[in-house]
Every structure is written in structure tokens, then in C-alpha cells.
């Protein structure tokens, strides 16, 4: 398993948010392809769906720059460089 981060209950809640928001959307577009509606329609709810998960990735990122990164150089280890330069290339494939 790995390692855990103790998140603040402000940092939960955001994400918890969002995922309830991201699901939320995506029971719309259930909801949509069961009672036919025009592809468009479904195709801009899709497009919402993947804003929202970049949105909550973006903020788990932002928190894990200002608080993992950020305490792994301020006590010497630079591998964290290696980690950040893999997980940017996982974004952008």
C-alpha cells in the first residue's frame, strides 16, 4: 500500500465535493443515454465531466506541491524532483 498523506479536514472536504459533483454529472449522463437524448447534449455533459476531473486533479496537485514537495526538499530529498518529472508526464500522455 502506499503511503499515506494526512490530509486537513478543509482538503477532504474540498475533494469530497468534487467527486460528489463529478458523480453527480455522471449520473446525469446515465440518466441522459437511457432516455435518448441527442448525442450533442451527452457529448457537452462528457466534456463537463473531464473539466471537473482536471479541475480536482489540479487541486490535489496544488496540495501535494505545497505540502509533500515542498517538506521532502526542505529536508534534503531531492528524489521528490524525479517523482514530480514522472507524474507531469502522466498528465500530459
Do not use: P, W
Not at 455522471?26 to 432516455?35: A, P
Not at 448525442?39 to 486533479?57: F, G, P, R, W, Y
Not at 487541486?59 to 507531469?88: M, P
Amino acid at each position: 500500500m502506499a503511503n499515506k498523506n494526512i490530509r486537513s479536514e478543509a482538503e477532504k472536504k474540498a475533494i469530497i465535493n468534487r467527486l460528489n459533483r463529478i458523480k453527480g454529472q455522471m449520473n446525469g449522463i446515465e440518466k441522459m443515454v437511457n432516455n435518448d437524448c441527442e448525442c450533442n447534449d451527452i457529448l457537452i455533459q462528457t466534456a463537463a465531466v473531464e473539466k471537473s476531473m482536471k479541475s480536482l486533479s489540479n487541486l490535489i496537485l496544488e496540495n501535494h506541491l505545497y505540502k509533500c514537495v515542498a517538506e521532502d526538499l526542505e529536508n534534503g530529498n531531492l528524489e521528490v524532483i524525479d517523482e514530480l518529472i514522472s507524474l507531469f508526464k502522466r498528465f500530459n500522455n
